[in-house]
């Protein structure tokens, strides 16, 4: 079975500073995983994923992830925030067959 | 880029009538979608994938006599909220996976939801 946590429900940072989305899954399979963003409004949108390739991967916006299996954990981090970066995170997991299991989100917040 | 477009966007109903919403690939064939619904502040919860020209496959703990799914074509999805009640305002979202780009999780686009509210 798998499953994803999201350790933090709402991560507030000064626009210029580092962002860090936690993420930490669960999977018996060699999981996908994938941060999506949805800004209010608005659908859902890849930023990135994750399928066994290179360990760090790089989205858009400036957004990149690493995938570290001996913590489990599939970090979303930015070198800088954007005041437009303020919206709802997804990292979610996918494995065998079709199904695939959002976290319960985390609302960035961006402070001027 | 695949867009995807569900209709309408936001609907008011009384209680007891029924709401049908669409789903829509714009410019991508989908043999596969699936329908999402959210709960205020909470993350998507997967309700049902729908399969065209077969029955859906709805996931535990969703009525599918409630939350009635067509896939009638390669393009269109509905979801039908029969004898709609308070209960279930929420926002309902719909993926579709793009076929002929692979079919998987990768090329999986969601629209941008609909808004039901039940007085």
């Known amino acids: 079975a798998q499953s994803v946590t999201q350790l933090d429900s709402h991560v507030s940072v000064s626009e210029g500073t580092p962002v860090l989305l936690r993420c930490n899954y669960s999977?018996?399979?060699?999981?996908?995983l994938f941060w999506y963003v949805q800004h209010p409004n608005k659908g859902l949108q890849l930023l990135l994923k994750?399928?066994?390739?290179?360990?760090l991967v790089k989205g858009i916006n400036g957004f990149e992830a690493e995938f570290k299996k001996s913590e489990t954990s599939f970090h979303l981090t930015k070198p800088s925030a954007h005041m437009s970066d303020a919206a709802e995170y997804f990292c979610v997991v996918s494995g065998s067959g079709d199904k695939i299991i959002f976290g319960k989100g985390t609302r960035l917040h961006i402070l001027p | 880029g695949a867009v995807v477009s569900q209709h309408p966007s936001r609907v008011i109903c009384k209680s007891g009538t029924s709401v049908k919403i669409e789903c829509r690939s714009l410019d991508f064939q989908a043999t596969t979608m699936f329908w999402y619904r959210q709960f205020p502040k909470q993350s998507l919860m997967l309700m049902a994938t729908?399969?065209?020209?077969?029955?859906?496959?709805?996931e535990q703990g969703v009525e599918k006599d409630k939350f009635l799914i067509n896939h009638a074509s390669l393009t269109l999805s509905t979801l039908t909220v029969t004898s709609a009640h308070p209960e279930d305002s929420s926002f309902y979202i719909c993926?579709?996976?793009?076929?002929?780009?692979?079919?998987?999780?990768?090329?999986?686009?969601f629209g941008p939801g609909t808004r039901l509210l039940v007085l």
């Open positions: 729908s399969n065209e020209g077969s029955k859906a496959t709805y």
């Open positions: 993926s579709a996976r793009d076929y002929l780009a692979g079919g998987n999780q990768e090329t999986q686009y």
């Open positions: 994750y399928t066994s390739a290179a360990t």
């Open positions: 999977s018996s399979y060699s999981p996908s």
